[in-house]
């Protein structure tokens, strides 16, 4: 079974410019998370999808940031403008229907965002 | 806002010695999960114990929860370089969500 996929794994932008992450969640499993990780911190829910709505987008910047999950599958995350403090490591994981959120989260390796 | 508390941040432990991590949190949980992060990787979750959970094995790790002092502990036996990682553990809230602390860095040595 193939796990969660996230693409770019790495990109440099400089600040001010656009940047969008993608994620292909394990096939099957309805909810999907997207978090942020600073360098040696535990990571932290930006937006939490259940199927296509987004039921949990509290600590989601939204001046600058968005997301979008188009079918209940693959979602994006963009950030427009950027800023240096967006560097960071944006991880997405998904987890299985039933008890949902409740269950163990399996995530992707993440895509380390570097902003010049 | 990360909610757990990890003890300590870094432990350096020699191979074959055992490995115990604390975690403490504020709220009341539906569940308790440790997970796992290798340098420049995701989290690999380890165990997850529920509420009403006292202790739970699986392989060499071994959790215990005391809801009454909000606190867990992990403990890896018989530590092998490979453990060398990050471990968090991370609370599930009565609404569903997870939150993570800011981890333990474990490094054993050969």
């Known amino acids: 079974e193939a796990g969660v996929v996230q693409s770019p794994r790495y990109k440099i932008i400089e600040k001010k410019q656009p940047v969008a992450f993608w994620c292909n969640p394990i096939s099957g499993h309805n909810t999907l998370y997207w978090y942020l990780q600073n360098l040696g911190q535990g990571p932290e829910l930006l937006i939490r999808y259940e199927n296509e709505e987004a039921v949990d987008d509290s600590q989601l910047p939204k001046d600058r940031f968005s997301a979008e999950r188009l079918k209940g599958v693959d979602s994006t995350l963009k950030i427009q403008p950027a800023e240096l403090g967006d560097s960071a490591v944006y991880l997405c994981?998904?987890?299985?229907?039933?008890?949902?959120?409740?269950?163990?989260?399996?995530f992707g390796p993440g895509t380390r965002l570097t902003v010049l | 806002s990360q909610q757990g508390e990890e003890d300590p941040q870094a432990l350096s432990i020699q191979e074959g010695e055992n490995a115990t991590m604390n975690c403490s949190y504020k709220?009341?949980?539906?569940?308790l999960q440790w997970y796992r992060q290798n340098s420049g990787r995701g989290l690999v979750h380890l165990i997850l114990i529920r509420s009403n959970e006292r202790e739970k094995h699986s392989g060499r790790l071994r959790v215990t929860l005391d809801t009454s002092k909000k606190s867990s502990s992990l403990l890896i036996t018989a530590s092998r370089a490979a453990d060398t990682a990050s471990y968090f553990c991370a609370t599930v809230n009565q609404g569903g969500k997870l939150i993570f602390g800011q981890g333990t860095e474990l490094s054993v040595k050969p």
């Open positions: 994981a998904s987890s299985s229907r039933g008890t949902g959120t409740y269950n163990e989260q399996f």
């Open positions: 709220t009341s949980i539906n569940n």
